[in-house]
């Protein structure tokens, strides 16, 4: 895909002062934004250990 001058310069002005986290589409950024997301739930702790034979 081939750009000539003006197009660049044109995404420059657009996306010249962003970073790599930015988002620019204003309809995505409200939904990656959303608070919504629950936590992982949380795994049971593990049982004591007890060995499989009590000989001596």
Same mark, same amino acid.
């Given at each position: !895909? &081939?750009? =000539? ?7 420059? &002005?657009?996306? @010249? =002062? @962003? ?5 620019? =589409?204003?309809?995505?950024? &409200?939904?990656?934004?959303? %608070? %919504? !997301?629950? *936590? &992982? *739930?949380? +795994? *049971? *702790?593990? +049982?004591?250990?007890? +060995? ?5």
């Amino acid at each position: !895909m &081939a750009f =000539d001058k003006t197009t660049l310069e044109a995404l420059r &002005a657009k996306y @010249g =002062d @962003g970073h790599g986290g930015s988002i620019h =589409d204003p309809e995505f950024r &409200a939904v990656a934004t959303r %608070s %919504s !997301m629950q *936590p &992982a *739930p949380v +795994p *049971p *702790p593990m +049982p004591a250990y007890r +060995p499989c034979s009590t000989r001596r």
